[in-house]
């Protein structure tokens, strides 16, 4: 994910041992023994979903303070600010709990039996419309969708409630396939302005599928940036999620580009695309998002003044139809933004609320930039839809995956677009660890569980419901979010957050319809600490986790690897991630050189490369003892290297996982991470092109005609063949 989420994918490993039982007031903390919670508070907390205590490891467990809790319930409307409001606050809820006839979300799942999570009184009525509007009088076999449910009590009392129908799970992958991962800005071609495209990914997939035999291709969130001077580089902390970024086109396929009347000004900017390209491949210079946008946005500019023909006109017609709100909304705060900044907290009150009479004034006067912002989402998204079909058309099963981030920007467009959904001052984090002891603060602002449920999951529907139109599978960050998520108060430390509960069965209800209607295949990412029971949870519906090859060890017995055969098989099986070192890297070491060069050692260096080398030997007396060690000098010359990246990825296809994953990176023996975890302007995270083992960019180009890359691949057709 981000830099700040180091501890959560530096392994699968337990916390350390503490003692039975703690609250979170670290070292320092100004607050006394008295803050712990009151029997009331706890009380009024967990009705609310707010946890009153966690557990880092199974015989650890940790008590929220007082001031957690008071927070989080405050950003929840709830006022537990003095014993009385505690009191009132609980006698509400609990008449509240005790008087309604449902909730605001139930969940049904075919094939079982429907169940209420309420006792009604004998003798009430339920009736359900159907998202076609067909009414049906009790809750028997309904069509999956989203429903609308009414209970009619005797005594008159009715209540409304949406009524979620989810297919009992999702269906296995098709097959056994192998992947590529890669952050796309990364893959540069000969084509490309300076940082990959949607071009280049197309061409990824056409090239993968049919030469490769390659199943899918995994890319990093493509969401919507916050603008900025320089505009934040991580993919992981976008201003949208719903709205992909229009950074990836490739303005050359936009059908318009060619009818530009001013060729000398066309024949300019692909000069300047050629530049900063150049730049990168040929100079050496960092990937310059800011630069590559300014000269697309011009371009785009330029292309607008030629007319879309009818054809054009009626699909971007239909597009703004289908958007809806949700697309005036975005392209609105993008102009907006281009007037008063990128973070609408600091815009004039009036254009704070996207409903105000100011907004709309302004939405008026600003149309025609509005309307900019609309067709370069409705493009974006059409040469997403074109790269899948192009990874369909060139047999691969899945075809393009899509990555979900955790949450957005607070100053961004969904979170000015949809601010009823968001829990006013709280930041979604990580508690501490036996990683880092200072817990983790990501920035980003958690939707409330209430008001999700209130709504149906609308906002959540809709956001699958975008991704899942150009995806053949999802990837979701951190996907015990689902579950719950670290609420950090803001001002305060990570170490005074505490958790606050979703409701899984709902979430997971949604994302199994959305993903059934698409045909899409769901891979949560689950590294890190996870809580008892939601690997379990998931798997039961058909999600897939993420298992990364160096923390797959018997932790609860020897600590050894662990054996491919004890690996699970609801998996994407890789050897690493972005946020990770490359194989190289782990192999020889650097890793550790590269994190001691930066200062980010808390250990002294001579141990951690013991520690490091004794790891990666474990491994490779692992891969030899199960011969999959060829040695050197195969077809193309493999060196010792290439042979051990090689035998890394046999191990992978030994394991039952339905899916490999190999980082396209690794292919040419790049020695970089792509995020190092723990550096914000010491490292350039997300900046970097695939290198080789030199640190000499390669293009697309390169490593479709790259030996190294051929022998990989050979390795995984072979492998994967013989298991498929």
Same mark, same amino acid.
């Given at each position: ?11 699968? /490993? ?26 009331? =508070? ?14 880092? @490891? ?40 005790? /008087? ?41 076999? =309904? ?41 796309? !800005? @990364? ?66 396929? +936009? ?16 000069? *300047?695309?050629? *530049? ?71 815009? &004039? ?66 979170? $000015? ?37 209130? @709504?149906? !999951?609308?906002?959540?529907?809709? =956001? ?10 999802? *990837? ?9 998520? $670290? ?8 170490? %005074?957050?505490?958790? +606050? ?28 600490? +996870? ?9 039961? *519906? ?15 017995? @020897? ?7 004890? $690996? ?31 200062? #980010? =050692?808390?250990?002294?260096?001579? %141990? ?19 011969? #999959? ?50 550096? $914000?302007?010491? !490292?350039?995270?997300?900046?970097? &092109? ?18 190294? +890359?051929?022998?990989?691949? /050979? ?10």
């Amino acid at each position: 994910m981000t830099a700040q989420r180091s501890a959560e994918e530096s392994a699968e /490993e337990p916390g350390e041992p503490g003692p039975p039982e703690e609250s979170l007031d670290g070292p320092g903390d100004p607050r006394g023994p008295g803050d712990l919670p009151c029997d009331d =508070l706890s009380r009024l907390a967990e009705l609310h979903g707010v946890a009153t205590s966690y557990q880092p @490891s199974a015989d650890r467990t940790v008590t929220a303070s007082a001031t957690a809790l008071t927070l989080a319930l405050a950003a929840l409307d709830v006022d537990a600010s003095t014993p009385a409001a505690v009191t009132a606050a609980l006698a509400a809820r609990e008449r509240q709990t005790r /008087e309604r006839l449902l909730p605001p979300t139930v969940v049904c799942w075919t094939g079982t039996e429907p169940r209420l999570p309420v006792a009604l009184p004998p003798g009430t009525q339920l009736s359900v419309e159907t998202e076609d509007g067909e009414i049906h009088p009790a809750l028997g076999q =309904l069509p999956p969708g989203v429903h609308r449910l009414t209970a009619t009590a005797p005594d008159g009392r009715t209540a409304t409630s949406h009524l979620v129908v989810a297919p009992a799970g999702l269906p296995t992958p098709p097959g056994r396939s192998y992947g590529l991962l890669v952050q796309l !800005y @990364s893959l540069l071609s000969r084509r490309s302005w300076g940082m990959g495209d949607l071009g280049d990914l197309a061409e990824l997939a056409a090239w993968a599928g049919r030469t490769l035999g390659a199943g899918f291709v995994q890319v990093n969130p493509l969401h919507a940036a916050v603008p900025g001077t320089p505009t934040d580089p991580s993919p992981y902390r976008p201003s949208s999620r719903r709205f992909p970024d229009p950074v990836h086109l490739r303005v050359e396929n +936009v059908p318009e580009f060619a009818h530009v009347d001013d060729r000398e000004r066309v024949r300019t900017l692909l000069e *300047r695309g050629a *530049r900063l390209r150049e730049a990168v491949l040929e100079k050496g210079a960092l990937i310059d998002r800011d630069a590559v946008w300014a000269a697309k946005r011009e371009a785009l500019e330029l292309l607008r003044e030629v007319p879309l023909g009818p054809g054009r006109q009626a699909e971007y017609a239909d597009f703004l139809v289908h958007e809806g709100e949700a697309l005036e909304d975005h392209a609105t705060w993008c102009a907006l933004a281009e007037v008063h900044g990128s973070d609408w907290q600091r815009w &004039p009150r009036g254009l704070r609320d996207p409903r105000s009479p100011e907004t709309a004034r302004a939405r008026r006067e600003l149309m025609d930039r509005v309307d900019f912002h609309c067709r370069l989402a409705w493009l974006t998204d059409s040469q997403l839809t074109a790269a899948q079909r192009i990874a369909r058309e060139a047999g691969m099963p899945v075809g393009i995956v899509h990555d979900l981030a955790v949450g957005v920007h607070p100053g961004g467009a969904d979170a $000015w677009a949809q601010q009823e959904y968001f829990a006013a001052g709280m930041s979604v984090g990580a508690p501490p660890d036996a990683f880092n002891a200072r817990g983790q603060d990501w920035g980003l602002p958690p939707w409330r569980p209430d008001r999700l449920a209130e @709504s149906g !999951y609308a906002p959540y529907r809709r =956001l699958l419901r975008a991704l899942f139109r150009s995806a053949g599978a999802l *990837r979701i960050d951190h996907v015990m979010g689902l579950f719950r998520l $670290w609420w950090v108060p803001q001002g305060h430390a990570p170490t %005074q957050g505490t958790y +606050v509960r979703y409701d899984a069965e709902a979430m997971l209800a949604i994302l199994v319809l959305e993903a059934s209607r698409a045909g899409a295949v769901v891979i949560g990412e689950d590294l890190g600490t +996870v809580e008892p029971g939601v690997r379990e949870a998931l798997r039961a *519906r058909g999600v897939l986790g993420t298992s990364v090859l160096w923390f797959e060890r018997d932790w609860e017995g @020897s600590g050894r690897p662990l054996p491919p055969e004890s $690996w699970r098989a609801d998996c994407l099986a890789t050897a690493t991630t972005h946020d990770l070192p490359p194989t190289a890297a782990r192999l020889t070491g650097e890793h550790v050189e590269l994190r001691d060069g930066l200062g #980010l =050692l808390t250990r002294p260096v001579e %141990q951690e490369r013991a520690e490091a080398a004794a790891d990666t030997g474990e491994w490779l007396e692992v891969l030899s003892r199960l011969g #999959l060690l060829r040695g050197t000098g195969g077809g193309h010359g493999a060196s010792e290297e290439e042979s051990e990246i090689q035998a890394v990825h046999r191990f992978l296809l030994r394991t039952p996982a339905r899916m490999v994953g190999v980082w396209l990176p690794d292919g040419v023996g790049d020695r970089r991470p792509q995020n190092l975890p723990g550096t $914000w302007d010491q !490292y350039p995270n997300w900046r970097l &092109p695939i290198a080789d083992a030199e640190g000499k960019p390669v293009t697309l180009e390169d490593l479709a005609a790259s030996p190294r +890359v051929r022998g990989l691949v /050979e390795v995984l057709r072979d492998g994967a063949a013989r298991r498929g």
